[in-house]
Every structure is written in C-alpha cells, then in structure tokens.
C-alpha cells in the first residue's frame, strides 16, 4: 500500500507529475509525465491504473511506421475527491471532475461531469451520485 502526501516533480523536458494531499494509489499503478499528470486532493485510486499522458500518433504518416513518428501528449487532470476503481485507463488531454467515481476496467477518453458515476468503454456516464438520484433508480 503506497500513500502518497502533496508532491511535485518536473523534469527537463517539461513532464511534470503533481499528487495532492490525501491522496492514495495503490500497486501497480503506471503514471506517465510527459503531457503533465495533475491528481488532485483526497483521491483514491485503486491497483493497476494507467494514465496515460502519451501515446502513439494515430494518424498514417506517409513511408514511416508507428514507432517512428512522433508521440502524442497532453495533460490529465483529476480535480478533487475522486475515485477510480481497479484497472482504469485515463488518456491524455482529460479532466475527470470533482466527485467522479470510475468503475473498474473503464478508459476514460473525455472530461467528465462533477460527481458522476462513469463505466464501460470507453467510459460514459451511468448515473448521478447524488442521493434523490439513487433512489429514483433503485
């Protein structure tokens, strides 16, 4: 178990990775740098998460391979009180909002909505966390 207290680092190719207070990640997880990874206060993040601030260019350049073009980058950004359940992937240039829970095996591809609940694949909105909403579904 790795808890984690209020920590930033920068490197010289401006990759940076900022954890806040109260912030918890369990084994397992792999955080990249490169486009800028900012976890904010009082999240939970469970085993084997990856966020992924870089990855391959997924347009076709003419006479070069994947390997060979230029990765893609950009940040991702957890705001506060936020819980991302076993195995989830966030991709780069996402915000997951105030409050969010991501279910297990989700891949966040875009910002999400404050105090949402988000599943599948990729991930979308299943349902409000507030109370009256909870009862309205039961």
């Known amino acids: 178990e790795v808890c984690v207290h209020t920590h930033h680092r920068e490197s010289a190719d401006g990759s940076w990775i900022e954890i806040g207070h109260h912030t918890h990640l369990a084994p ?52 506060e009180d936020v819980w991302l359940c076993a195995h989830v992937t966030v991709t780069a240039n996402t915000t997951i909002a105030r409050g969010c829970i991501i279910g297990a095996n989700a891949v966040v591809t875009h910002d999400t909505e404050p105090m949402g609940l988000y599943v599948g694949v990729p991930a979308r909105r299943l349902r409000d966390r507030s109370a009256a909403d909870r009862q309205i579904n039961e």
């Open 28 to 79: 397992g997880c792999v955080l990249y740098g490169w486009g800028g990874l900012r976890i904010g206060p009082y999240c939970n993040i469970a085993a084997h998460c990856v966020f992924a601030t870089v990855g391959h260019d997924q347009l076709m350049h003419e006479g070069k391979r994947m390997c060979e073009v230029s990765v893609v980058r950009g940040p991702i950004t957890l705001v």
